[in-house]
């Protein structure tokens, strides 16, 4: 009865381990939930961004605010990845600390039961051992000692498998963590690739309209100068459009010609 009475506030911090260790998982599942939710709205809000840049209603404070928006978003999002890492740390140690205290009472039941198991000779009415009886006893004690063993090394083996599981509980969550972040570096750089494409496409429509304006432009320059009626003020006025046209198209060439450059050193 004193045994177990000793015995209970350990069951009561083994069962509080426990209950904090389910906490503890509940918890970073949660925060996993709106980690992943947070990233999602992330992207959206970015995609969102760069069209309202494209559009005639943005303007560089309007930008500047969406953009700030932006900012704050992803430093929630790496705030509350640093508190997951945290907890994840945290019921690790829970773990251990509940894998120590167990074997601290396993420990302690093993030497109980050694004490608990003192022989008392048999004697006969004459208070002598009957050798049958003695024989009997060794016996006995033989069989309480190689079940003692028994269970000391059974013990020893849950331990030993509770260990091993939660190492393995470890290296299966950084492979888990190794293969995410693998995908989302592929995943990045597709999405990437794409926007190069897209831009590059873009820009190339932009200046193959351009090419044509520009010789439209050029061609009624010509035969504006072979008109003598054309004022001196109206030649100037088409040759500095068409200078300014030609930068704004060399200008669409060179940011071709480095995306292009960038998309080929992430394909290559």
């Not at 008392?120 to 063993?149: G, V, Y």
């Amino acid at each position: 009865m004193t045994f177990i009475i000793q015995q209970a506030p350990a069951q009561n911090e083994i069962k509080t381990l426990k209950k904090q260790i389910k906490i503890q998982k509940n918890k970073i599942s949660a925060n996993e939930e709106v980690l992943m939710s947070g990233i999602k709205a992330l992207k959206r809000v970015k995609a969102n961004l760069d069209n309202f840049k494209e559009s005639k209603k943005a303007t560089k404070e309007s930008i500047t605010r969406k953009e700030k928006i932006v900012d704050n978003i992803q430093l929630k999002l790496t705030k509350l990845n640093s508190q997951i890492e945290n907890q994840k740390r945290e019921l690790v140690s829970i773990k251990r600390k509940l894998a120590r205290k167990k074997s601290k009472e396993d420990n302690k039941i093993e030497k109980k039961v050694k004490k608990t198991t003192i022989t008392k000779p048999i004697q006969n009415t004459d208070n002598t051992l009957s050798e049958l009886a003695l024989r009997k006893q060794e016996l006995e004690n033989a069989h309480r000692k190689l079940e003692e063993i028994r269970k000391a090394k059974e013990i020893a083996y849950l331990k030993e498998q509770e260990l091993l599981h939660l190492e393995a509980e470890k290296l299966k969550q950084i492979e888990n963590e190794i293969k995410a972040e693998e995908k989302s570096i592929v995943k990045e750089k597709s999405t990437l690739i794409s926007d190069y494409e897209d831009d590059i496409s873009i820009n190339q429509e932009i200046l193959s309209s351009g090419k044509e304006g520009l010789a439209r432009m050029k061609t009624k320059l010509e035969n504006a100068k072979l008109d003598p009626t054309t004022s001196k003020e109206s030649i100037t006025r088409k040759e500095a459009i068409i200078i300014k046209i030609e930068e704004r198209l060399n200008k669409i060439q060179a940011e071709i010609d480095t995306k292009q450059l960038e998309l080929n050193k992430l394909k290559g």
